[in-house]
């Protein structure tokens, strides 16, 4: 026979749903909060690295652009460019006089001035206490002149790129007659050619852009 007295009968729970039943104890919660804070710190540097990348990306891309542009424009300048060329008293200038810092040559009138004509172009390394940036000034030509002496008046001025660290401008091919092309940084106007090439290196902030050589349409001056 079954007792019948109370409390003669043991609990048939499981002991885990008893140990439940009595809530989570202080260990179980620790690990819960070392999961957790695992969890945030995680999404946080996950977070914190995309957002880097996205600044990067978008750091890159701005330099890209301005990369492209800027050597969109140097290719068009030199692209127009015209060998013009002065004699006086049987002694031949050339319309380009270029160093490291400076080149100076004549091309057809800025598209957006609407103008006709013959301009004066001068692609500046500008440096300063602000540093160093490239410029291009530009105006018409006066055609009174007889050599390529250079005029600063009512030059109107671009600015191409700042921020820069370093620039330098060289030049590609023989100004004394058949001697053997090579590179020169410096080529004056009482040259006997043009040159065939002008180099311009840049070195932005973020580190050197791609070489740009641009050929010059032109032969060598007779």
Request: net charge negative; hydrophobic share 40%; no cysteine.
């Given at each position: 026979m079954i007792s019948g007295r109370p409390g003669s009968q043991r609990?048939?729970?499981p002991r885990a749903c008893r140990r439940g039943a009595a809530g989570f104890t202080l260990l179980e919660i620790m690990v819960a909060m070392v999961v957790l804070s695992l969890i945030?710190?995680?999404a946080f540097g996950a977070l914190r690295l995309g957002e880097r990348s996205w600044e990067a990306g978008l750091a890159r891309s701005t330099e890209n652009e301005t990369m492209r542009a800027v050597s969109g424009v140097l290719q068009r300048q030199f692209e127009q460019f015209l060998p013009q060329v002065w004699?006086?008293?049987?002694?031949?200038?050339?319309?380009?006089?270029?160093d490291s810092d400076q080149v100076r040559f004549i091309g057809p009138a800025p598209l957006h001035r609407g103008a006709t004509g013959l301009f004066e172009y001068t692609l500046e390394i500008e440096t300063d206490n602000d540093g160093t940036r490239l410029v291009l000034y530009y105006q018409l030509h006066d055609p009174d002149i007889d050599d390529f002496r250079p005029q600063l008046d009512d030059r109107q001025r671009v600015l191409l790129v700042d921020d820069l660290n370093d620039a330098d401008f060289s030049y590609f091919g023989s100004p004394v007659k058949d001697d053997p092309p090579q590179w020169y940084v410096q080529w004056a106007g009482d040259a006997e050619a043009f040159p065939q090439l002008v180099r311009v290196r840049?070195?932005?902030?973020n580190g050197p852009w791609p070489e740009l050589v641009m050929p010059l349409p032109t032969e060598p001056a007779q």
């Open positions: 609990s048939t729970l945030v710190t995680t004699t006086v008293d049987k002694e031949k200038t050339l319309a380009f006089i270029g840049i070195e932005a902030n």
